[in-house]
């Protein structure tokens, strides 16, 4: 069996089993969709923990996965894959990924301004603001977050015929990287806000694992909320913290212990294997007891946050132990490597000022110079609170003003949508279908009418209401296997149109052949043995939209006389210049 941040469904990524090299490149023809993102998943985890040549061996194999999806066409797998591939670029901060990171983001953000999935608009807002702290300016980062935080915090449920625990896997991580936003922004009110919400929705359906990669980020959270509280002089606040970190991290190591006991892996305890849950015990209270332990995890924090935290606990617990020169080297080479970085400023203040407080220690106690400074080390930490606190109201008010925004918006946006499946209504076809076969830039377009095979038996054989969650299911199906720029309606009914702009009629009628394929491989407990037939026209520019639906209905129609279950191109009507 594999290590516990393996994925449970799905073969791993070769690196995560244990092997020294990818083979993602060769072995991503032969998964399916669920099995990719599983593995992506699973890859993202374990480059956490990797050496630097293990993360770059990963971000090559999550790269290859992303290139066999880009060849799939379904924009779902796209856009998780991307924003998997973002995060990880985004976590490095690496100034060198920057313009990398611009490519992938405008990919990533083009398919949700199409497919208009409430979380993936979080996503793309979150990875906006992450950008911007990471290679930018902080401050320009708050509209963003506090987008993602109205758009994140206002799903509550998952969309008619979404899996519930796909939904609340998916919602956690995109809670958990906006977590990481808020962090760099210093905005630790808002963070634990989030970071709740993202523990509660994996309660009752995540893994062990699942649910101890969000107890490591509150940890993490506290952790660095006590050191901010801390250069505020609100030594008591601080205290609090660090001590609700350790409580967290008690139940992050047995949820690790769980989540190592079916695996078959290693027995080391998760104190000897993550950073941040050692250097937990040891901020609570510090003292010689933890040096082991600590020294022993110098070489699995790898990133600059678990890094820094290691190295202030180290400091802390050496002074204890009479070593105040130690406590100084500890901290010492990290303070020179992060003196001119600004990706990670909070974090990064808290150790300057550790290796200051650590060098003055050394030194045998502040002498006259040293005490005028810490006057003025003290007036500006109060500016930098003030500033803080200007910060997360500037947050707040964002927030209040995008959530406003998006009440408006929903208004409209159910008068443009069906109640029952989700997708546009016959209003919304009308508009996109006029505007699409008006516009050059649309051409070639295919429509297609999607009926549904012996639908009325269902409804006669069970009730109106197993109908109902029939119909759910297949404009879900038809939904995710079409790509995000192809328009799925309901029509009325049991029938649905798609309007495929810029696609020829022979790749309209390979993607709706896949996506009847799709449908007819649902589970029978699911979709009741339901089929589809199809017919599909080009609409051509100028032309009526009423006549390409007339001329699809026709094509549907040979589609059930030849037995169903299939789809037929049909005569595209006469458009309006060649009259």
Not at 277 to 283: E, N, P, Q, V
Not at 510 to 516: D, E, F, G, H, V
């Given at each position: ?17 244990g092997a020294p090299a990818c083979r993602c490149s060769e072995d991503a023809v032969h998964l399916t969709d669920d099995d990719i993102v599983a593995r992506a998943v699973s890859m993202l985890r374990w480059e956490q923990r990797a050496t630097p040549a293990g993360m770059s061996a990963a971000r090559g194999g999550l790269d290859a996965l992303l290139v066999q999806a880009r060849g799939r066409g379904p924009s779902s797998l796209v856009a998780e894959l991307l924003g998997i591939c973002l ?407 049991d029938e649905f149109v798609v309007v495929m702009p810029s696609t020829a009629l022979p790749v309209a009628s390979a993607a709706l052949q896949r996506a009847t394929d799709a449908v007819a491989a649902l589970p029978t407990d699911v979709a009741a043995g339901v089929t589809v037939s199809v017919g599909v ?43």
């Amino acid at each position: 069996m594999g290590p516990p941040w393996a994925s449970s469904a799905g073969p791993d990524c070769a690196l995560v089993t244990g092997a020294p090299a990818c083979r993602c490149s060769e072995d991503a023809v032969h998964l399916t969709d669920d099995d990719i993102v599983a593995r992506a998943v699973s890859m993202l985890r374990w480059e956490q923990r990797a050496t630097p040549a293990g993360m770059s061996a990963a971000r090559g194999g999550l790269d290859a996965l992303l290139v066999q999806a880009r060849g799939r066409g379904p924009s779902s797998l796209v856009a998780e894959l991307l924003g998997i591939c973002l995060m990880v670029r985004l976590l490095d901060a690496d100034p060198a990924d920057a313009d990398d990171v611009e490519a992938l983001l405008a990919e990533f953000i083009e398919i949700v301004e199409i497919d208009r999935d409430p979380r993936r608009l979080g996503d793309a807002a979150t990875l906006r603001a992450h950008r911007t702290s990471a290679f930018g300016q902080g401050e320009n980062a708050l509209a963003d977050a506090a987008a993602a935080f109205a758009i994140l915090t206002d799903i509550t449920a998952p969309a008619p015929g979404e899996d519930p625990v796909r939904w609340a896997q998916g919602l956690a991580r995109s809670l958990n990287g906006l977590v990481l936003v808020l962090l760099k922004l210093g905005s630790h009110e808002l963070a634990d806000e989030v970071s709740q919400r993202a523990v509660a929705v994996l309660e009752t359906c995540g893994s062990p694992m699942d649910r101890l990669v969000h107890k490591l980020n509150r940890v993490r959270l506290q952790l660095s909320w006590g050191l901010r509280l801390e250069r505020g002089g609100r030594d008591a606040a601080a205290a609090t913290r660090f001590a609700d970190a350790a409580r967290t991290a008690r139940v992050a190591a047995e949820l690790w212990a769980a989540a190592m006991a079916p695996s078959g892996g290693a027995t080391r305890p998760a104190t000897q294997e993550i950073s941040v849950i050692g250097a937990a015990y040891a901020l609570q209270r510090p003292g010689p007891e933890h040096l082991d332990t600590l020294f022993g995890l110098r070489d699995v924090a790898h990133f600059v946050e678990d890094r820094i935290v290691l190295a202030i606990a180290t400091a802390r617990c050496l002074v204890v132990a009479g070593r105040a020169a130690e406590a100084v080297a500890a901290v010492g080479p990290l303070h020179e490597e992060l003196r001119d970085n600004t990706s990670e400023a909070v974090m990064a203040l808290a150790l300057h000022r550790e290796f200051a407080r650590m060098d003055q220690l050394a030194r045998g106690g502040p002498g006259s110079s040293s005490l005028a400074l810490q006057h003025y080390a003290a007036a500006l930490e109060r500016e930098l609170w003030a500033l803080r606190e200007a910060r997360l109201t500037a947050l707040r008010s964002h927030y209040d003003h995008h959530r406003l925004a998006r009440e408006h918006g929903a208004v409209a946006a159910q008068a443009m949508q069906d109640p029952l499946t989700g997708l546009p209504n016959r209003r919304a076809l009308d508009l996109f279908l006029a505007e699409t076969t008006s516009n050059a830039a649309g051409q070639p377009c295919a429509v297609a009418l999607v009926d549904l095979d012996r639908f009325k038996d269902v409804n006669d054989a069970r009730s109106h209401a197993a109908g109902d969650a029939v119909l759910r299911e297949v404009a879900g199906c038809l939904r995710t296997a079409l790509r995000a720029q192809d328009m799925v309606a309901r029509y009325g009914g049991d029938e649905f149109v798609v309007v495929m702009p810029s696609t020829a009629l022979p790749v309209a009628s390979a993607a709706l052949q896949r996506a009847t394929d799709a449908v007819a491989a649902l589970p029978t407990d699911v979709a009741a043995g339901v089929t589809v037939s199809v017919g599909v026209v080009r609409a051509p520019l100028d032309g009526e939209p009423s006549a390409a639906l007339a001329a699809a209905d026709a094509a549907m129609y040979r589609a059930k006389r030849a037995g169903g279950n299939t789809v037929v191109s049909g005569t595209s009507p006469v458009s309006a210049r060649a009259r």
